[in-house]
Structure formats: C-alpha cells, structure tokens
C-alpha cells in the first residue's frame, strides 16, 4: 500500500506541474496579445496602412494610405513623437504605436493646454496655426490669422471646427503651409497662446476676412482677383 501511495501522490504531484506550467503559457501568450510589430522606412502592408490611416486621422499627414511606409510616412511619425514627446526616430514601435492607437494621447509641450475638451482642443491647434504662421508678425497680426480661422469655421464653404479648417486639403493640396512642412506641430509662444485666446473670444482685427497671404512669398492671383482686400498687417494682406 506504502508503495501505491507514494506513487499516487508523485502521479498527483505530476499533473498538478503540469497544470501550473499550461496555466503560466497560457497567461504569458495572453500577455503578449498587446504587442506591436515594429514599423519604419521601407516597411510594407496592412500594419502599416493601419499606421498611416491612424496618423491621418490625428491630423499627422502620412500621405495617401497605401501600406508603404516612405518618407512621407516617416516625417508624419517624427512628428507624431516629436508632439508627444516620446523617442524621436522616426520609428513605429511599441511606444508610438501604442500611443497614437490609445483613446486619447496629449501632446501639449510647453503651454498648459490641454484636449480633454472642444474649446482647449480649439486652443490648442489655433494657438499653433497662429504661432506657424505668424510667429515673427506683430500682435495685431497673430490675432488676425487666428481670427481668418474662425472665420472659415463660422462659413459654410469651409469645415465646421477649427482643427478641420487647418487640416484641410484642395485637391491634394493642404490650404495652410504649415500642415506640409510640419510646423504646425511646434510649440507655441506664449504671445501666441494670448493671441489664439483674444480671436476666440471674439476680437477681429481684420473683419470677416476668410484669406491671407504673404505677398512677398506669394501671388495670391486667386484671392486678389476673386476676393475683397481688407486689410495689411505686418507681411500678411487680409482678404474677404
């Protein structure tokens, strides 16, 4: 009986190992099912179309949505990090990706505003447009630039939120340069910040102006023929 018994019980004490061990794979797989596969320049297909169909949607320009990661890819990603203030490689890994697929990611550096709602998220990206555009022009001319996307916001021609108007493209084209070259990302001055606050509150230095452009950069034949002129602040000219 002795030797049965001694038996059972390194049988029992087998299959209870055995138990343990399934039990600590199964929990380990489990645990890797949030994994990410790392994503960078010349990397292809459905991951990475979901990658850059996900920064589009972020307002971080990847270009068209073809599961190649190129260069605009690449730049869409450092700007992505450089916004979260996260590693900046240019590189789709765990870290990044696991930001920009969460519910929500802050990217606000150097300012204190946030995007918990639809006025900080207008701050936010109107602060910025403003400090893109018009960080070396006097005062007067901040609020002008922030006041000229709100005026698009309050128009039927154009979208109906701020972010939208600054993010929008024309055939392929987007309407404000920043959006191209990535500046729009920085952080702003805290002139800027005022600026972006005096628009949304109402103040409107240049009217109902819906146009702006440098003449000095730019022709602008399509507003000047087509549109009022309003107004000159500093290099910008205003037009409705």
């Known amino acids: 009986m002795k030797m049965h018994q001694k038996r059972f019980i390194t049988s029992l004490f087998l299959l209870t190992l055995l138990i343990l061990l399934n039990i600590t794979s199964v929990y380990a797989a489990g645990s890797n099912t949030g994994s990410y596969v790392t994503l960078k320049l010349g990397s292809r297909g459905s991951e990475v179309s979901r990658l850059q169909q996900a920064l589009n949607n972020k307002g971080f320009w990847a270009g068209n949505v073809d599961g190649i990661f190129g260069p605009r890819t690449e730049k869409a990603v450092i700007s992505f990090q ?36 639809s006025s900080s998220d207008d701050l936010y990206w109107l602060s910025r447009i403003i ?17 000229v996307v709100l005026n698009r916001v ?25 959006v191209a070259d990535g500046t729009i990302y920085n952080t702003p001055s805290a002139e800027s910040v005022q600026a972006a606050k005096d628009s949304l509150n109402g103040v409107k230095p240049v009217g109902n102006s819906t146009y702006f452009f440098n ?3 730019a022709e ?20 409705k």
């Open 82 to 117: 450089k916004a979260n203030r996260i590693t900046i490689d240019g590189i789709a890994g765990k870290q990044t990706q696991s930001l920009l697929y969460g519910s929500s990611s802050s990217v606000s550096r150097g300012t204190s505003i946030g995007r918990s709602s």
């Open 131 to 147: 400090h893109a555009e018009a960080g070396a022009e006097p005062y007067k001319g901040k609020v002008a630039v922030g006041s």
């Open 154 to 178: 309050a128009s039927s021609a154009f979208p109906n939120t701020v972010k939208g108007v600054i993010f929008e493209y024309y055939k392929g084209i987007p309407q404000f340069s920043p």
């Open 215 to 217: 003449p000095d950069k």
């Open 220 to 239: 602008g034949k399509w507003i000047v023929n087509n549109k009022t002129y309003v107004a000159r602040i500093g290099d910008h000219v205003f037009y």
